[in-house]
């Protein structure tokens, strides 16, 4: 949570007490994706009166900022840096709102810290909010910034709650994976709104508190604002932890890192094989509690003369459960072949359900063999086992011990709470749609080109938001041949209409029923 808005929140404010009146003296970089910026009240033959220090470690793996007592420059292999800058004293510091950023504002001149995890950067703006330089020219995208884009007002009121289904996270989307993770303990169970909002309120009040741990989570030091995890220190100076925490990560030894890393992937493991076995285990209960075709196809045919011709539905008498039941009928086929139509669905629910039952066991045995590796794990202390351990067991690449993942398989897209798969590829897309697509979720496809299969997972009692379907077809559109065109038209669809006939082209599906709608191609 270094690098969450809540602490910067609690930091720029502590930073602008240090930093407020004092000069920029010299920014300089002598090591790769580390830079220094020397701030002071003044100097004086290379005296500097009161000075402040801010390192800045920008890596791709990990960024965090820390605040040395002091620190010698190295004057070879160092190089200067944003030297506009010198000489100007700063006005102010402030974070941007609900924004994972703070600016250093002089008179003319900004100075953003972007720490957007593995794309943070410092950037340079003039006057009028133009980028004048990059720490990091390889983030291109961060020439575009404008810094006025970086705040981010959002309705967090109760009745924006309520009219977004009680998700918080498009209200709060700077909370982060722990934070959200504390959040849904909380609100496990609680279905009253004025309930889960109070919880809400709650972790906000302890967010803003100045109450700084640092803690250890999956062997790894992290800077909490929340008591998770193992508690090591406690402190109320947000630049005291922020300190604290960054000689911790970076006092990781050999085998404490590399045992962090892979504890970090098989947690991640055995959480998405968990969900997988959840969602898995949901489908089978409906097929099994819903697998009636068989018994219907014998009502149809021990009644065939009751039927009239061209019948939506007929009422027969169910001598399974000794009462009356209403079947569903295709008007256009006779009642023998709408028998023969249940008998089908019946021997398919049975092909899944067997399928279904293969695939609960084998990820239940990889979850037990990743819960082995990771008690192996923790009683190893020497760093070449643990490297043989792990090239043993293919722990670290995607050798035949890991279960591939839904990430994995397919790109994945989380909007609004919902989660969005996305087909790779002819084959990629087959997959998804016959294997890990049920038939409540949404279906969607680029109409008359070629593109990705495009899947909305379902929650259950809850309809699909217009907002969460016009995203879903915008990723739909792009990764289609209609990329480029000004509007796509995109069919959505139930799965359940969506048919695969034997001998089709990999890819090639029949849509039974469908829904367009217009939209600009748009991608992650």
Same mark, same amino acid.
Not at 47 to 60: C, D, E, M, Q
Not at 73 to 81: D, E, I
Not at 501 to 522: N, T
């Given at each position: 949570?270094?690098?969450?808005?809540?602490?910067?929140?609690?930091? %720029?404010?502590?930073?602008?007490?240090?930093?407020?009146?004092?000069?920029?003296?010299?920014?300089?970089?002598?090591?790769?994706?580390?830079?220094?910026?020397?701030?002071?009240?003044?100097?004086?033959?290379?005296?500097?009166?009161?000075?402040?220090?801010?390192?800045?470690?920008?890596?791709?793996?990990?960024?965090?900022?820390?605040?040395?007592?002091?620190?010698?420059?190295?004057?070879?292999?160092?190089?200067?840096?944003?030297?506009?800058?010198?000489?100007?004293?700063?006005?102010?510091?402030?974070?941007?709102?609900?924004?994972?950023?703070?600016?250093?504002?002089?008179?003319?001149?900004?100075?953003?810290?972007?720490?957007?995890?593995?794309?943070?950067?410092?950037?340079?703006?003039?006057?009028?909010?133009?980028?004048?330089?990059?720490?990091?020219?390889?983030?291109?995208?961060?020439?575009?910034?404008?810094?006025?884009?970086?705040?981010?007002?959002?309705?967090? @009121?109760?009745?924006?709650?309520?009219?977004?289904?009680?998700?918080?996270?498009?209200?709060?989307?700077?909370?982060?994976?722990?934070?959200?993770?504390?959040?849904?303990?909380?609100?496990?169970?609680?279905?009253?709104?004025?309930?889960?909002?109070?919880?809400?309120?709650?972790?906000?009040?302890?967010?803003?508190?100045?109450?700084?741990?640092?803690?250890?989570?999956?062997?790894?030091?992290?800077?909490?604002?929340?008591?998770?995890? $193992?508690?090591?220190?406690?402190?109320?100076?947000?630049?005291?932890?922020?300190?604290?925490?960054?000689?911790?990560?970076?006092?990781?030894?050999?085998?404490?890192?590399?045992? #962090?890393?892979?504890?970090?992937?098989?947690?991640?493991?055995?959480?998405?094989?968990?969900?997988?076995? $959840?969602? @898995?285990?949901?489908?089978?209960?409906?097929?099994?509690?819903?697998?009636?075709?068989?018994?219907?196809?014998?009502?149809?045919?021990?009644?065939?003369?009751?039927?009239?011709?061209?019948?939506?539905?007929?009422?027969?008498?169910?001598?399974?459960?000794?009462?009356?039941?209403?079947?569903?009928?295709?008007?256009?086929?006779?009642?023998?072949?709408?028998?023969?139509?249940?008998?089908?669905?019946?021997?398919?629910?049975?092909?899944?359900?067997?399928?279904?039952?293969?695939?609960?066991?084998?990820?239940?045995?990889?979850?037990?063999?990743?819960?082995?590796?990771?008690?192996?794990?923790?009683?190893?202390?020497?760093?070449?086992?643990?490297?043989?351990?792990?090239?043993?067991?293919?722990?670290?690449?995607?050798?035949?011990?890991? !279960?591939?993942?839904?990430?994995?398989?397919?790109?994945?897209? $989380?909007?609004?709470?919902?989660?969005?798969?996305?087909?790779?590829?002819?084959?990629?897309?087959?997959?998804?749609?016959?294997?890990?697509?049920?038939?409540?979720?949404?279906?969607?496809?680029?109409?008359? !080109?070629?593109?990705?299969?495009?899947?909305?997972?379902?929650?259950?009692?809850?309809?699909?938001?217009?907002?969460?379907?016009?995203?879903? #077809?915008?990723? %739909?559109?792009?990764?289609?041949?209609?990329?480029?065109?000004?509007?796509?038209?995109?069919?959505?669809?139930?799965?359940?209409?969506?048919?695969?006939?034997?001998?089709?082209?990999?890819?090639?599906?029949? !849509?039974?029923?469908?829904?367009?709608?217009?939209?600009?191609?748009?991608?992650?």
């Amino acid at each position: 949570m270094h690098q969450n808005y809540y602490f910067l929140k609690q930091l %720029a404010p502590r930073l602008h007490t240090e930093l407020a009146g004092k000069t920029l003296i010299e920014t300089f970089s002598q090591e790769k994706d580390e830079l220094v910026l020397v701030f002071a009240e003044s100097e004086v033959d290379g005296l500097l009166h009161n000075p402040f220090f801010i390192k800045a470690t920008l890596r791709s793996n990990f960024a965090c900022l820390s605040f040395p007592d002091k620190f010698d420059r190295a004057r070879r292999n160092s190089v200067n840096l944003f030297t506009s800058f010198y000489g100007h004293k700063v006005n102010s510091v402030r974070v941007f709102l609900n924004e994972r950023a703070i600016e250093i504002r002089f008179r003319n001149q900004t100075l953003v810290f972007k720490l957007f995890g593995n794309r943070s950067n410092l950037i340079g703006f003039d006057v009028n909010g133009k980028m004048t330089e990059l720490f990091n020219n390889k983030l291109a995208t961060d020439n575009e910034l404008i810094p006025s884009s970086l705040d981010r007002p959002i309705d967090q @009121t109760f009745e924006a709650y309520i009219s977004n289904d009680l998700r918080h996270e498009s209200l709060f989307p700077t909370f982060g994976k722990l934070v959200n993770s504390y959040l849904r303990k909380l609100l496990d169970g609680e279905t009253v709104p004025e309930k889960r909002w109070k919880i809400i309120q709650g972790l906000l009040q302890d967010l803003n508190k100045s109450q700084f741990y640092i803690t250890k989570i999956e062997l790894t030091p992290t800077l909490s604002l929340l008591q998770a995890g $193992e508690i090591s220190a406690t402190y109320t100076d947000p630049i005291e932890a922020l300190n604290a925490f960054y000689y911790a990560f970076i006092r990781l030894n050999g085998i404490e890192k590399e045992k #962090a890393d892979i504890v970090r992937i098989l947690n991640k493991r055995i959480q998405q094989t968990e969900h997988y076995l $959840e969602n @898995t285990f949901k489908k089978l209960v409906e097929l099994e509690e819903g697998g009636k075709n068989d018994q219907m196809a014998n009502i149809l045919m021990a009644n065939l003369h009751q039927i009239p011709a061209r019948s939506e539905s007929v009422e027969l008498f169910d001598f399974y459960h000794d009462q009356p039941i209403k079947i569903k009928l295709k008007k256009d086929l006779s009642p023998q072949k709408n028998a023969e139509n249940y008998y089908r669905k019946s021997k398919n629910e049975k092909i899944e359900i067997a399928r279904l039952n293969d695939s609960l066991q084998a990820r239940e045995f990889e979850k037990v063999k990743m819960k082995g590796y990771l008690t192996s794990i923790e009683n190893i202390e020497v760093l070449r086992e643990l490297r043989t351990f792990i090239k043993t067991n293919a722990l670290s690449g995607s050798g035949s011990s890991s !279960v591939p993942t839904i990430t994995d398989l397919f790109k994945k897209v $989380e909007f609004l709470g919902y989660t969005i798969l996305i087909g790779r590829n002819a084959k990629n897309n087959d997959l998804l749609t016959k294997q890990y697509a049920f038939k409540e979720d949404l279906w969607l496809h680029a109409r008359d !080109v070629s593109g990705s299969h495009v899947i909305i997972k379902y929650q259950a009692g809850k309809k699909f938001p217009s907002l969460v379907i016009e995203r879903a #077809a915008e990723l %739909a559109a792009f990764y289609s041949k209609r990329k480029t065109d000004s509007l796509c038209p995109v069919i959505v669809t139930p799965k359940k209409y969506v048919r695969k006939l034997k001998g089709m082209p990999e890819g090639s599906v029949i !849509v039974d029923k469908e829904d367009v709608v217009m939209v600009v191609a748009k991608g992650e």
